[in-house]
């Protein structure tokens, strides 16, 4: 079991323990939450740093707040979609 996490800054990963001050956005099969992470988040100047969109750049923390939830409602759909596929079981 995995979980996509992420932390104020705005950084989101998937990991297999959850560091203390992150906040969890989903579990599931590792396979499954980095397909549907790399399909939804914004990915940093660096290009390989994943950002939840919003985040960073919210100016308090009921910004921040929203921006995690509606990121979070973006992964559930993906997940659901991806978990009804046929050929994803």
Do not use: W
């Not at 939840?52 to 659901?80: H, W, Y």
């Not at 978990?83 to 079981?89: F, N, Q, T, Y």
């Amino acid at each position: 079991m995995a979980s996509i996490i992420c932390y104020r800054s705005g950084e989101t990963e998937v990991v297999g323990i959850v560091p203390e001050g992150a906040l969890v956005l989903a579990t599931g099969k590792r396979e499954l939450l980095e397909t549907v992470l790399s399909g939804v988040a914004r990915h940093a100047h660096d290009g390989e740093t994943l950002l939840v969109p919003g985040l960073p750049e919210a100016a308090d923390n009921d910004q921040a707040v929203a921006a995690a939830t509606s990121f979070r409602l973006m992964i559930e759909r993906s997940l659901k979609t991806l978990r009804s596929a046929p050929d994803l079981h």
